[in-house]
């Protein structure tokens, strides 16, 4: 089993910059992927952005590439989310999920452990 825990959302403005962190309990947290995914009010959970247990393998969402980077430090049970440039339409409440495999995963029903959200909001 694995618990997450996102921090480090919050307000910011357009053109902005936040990195969000996913902290991981259990020991086994680098046989994990980890995705972000993200929903705004009235739409549907999107992924943007997923790591391999190694970091060898990376997935961004079109809408976010080029802004946002996805890291991970093993040592420290930790996924970082840089976020980059921030838009209004990035306004959402983002998500950490993680799922056991050597491979990446993008979609949601995929995952299975997933951290309770963080809101992030960016002003015009």
């Known amino acids: 089993q694995v618990q997450l825990v996102e921090s480090g959302g919050g307000l910011v403005q357009a053109g902005g910059s936040l990195r969000l962190s996913c902290a991981a309990s259990?020991?086994?947290?680098?046989?994990?992927?980890i995705g972000w995914f993200r929903q705004a009010p009235g739409q549907e959970q999107n992924s943007i952005a997923a790591?391999?247990?190694?970091?060898?393998?990376?997935y961004y969402a079109d809408s976010v590439k080029g802004r946002f980077t996805i890291s991970r430090d093993n040592s420290q049970n930790t996924v970082y989310l840089q976020m980059n440039s921030l838009r209004p339409e990035d306004t959402a409440v983002y998500y950490c999920?993680?799922?056991?495999?050597?491979?990446?995963?993008?979609?949601?029903?995929?995952?299975?452990?997933w951290g309770q959200g963080i809101q992030v909001t960016v002003s015009p």
């Open positions: 259990g020991r086994t947290f680098s046989s994990y992927a």
């Open positions: 999920a993680a799922v056991r495999t050597k491979n990446i995963r993008v979609l949601s029903t995929t995952y299975e452990h």
């Open positions: 790591i391999s247990w190694d970091g060898g393998k990376i």
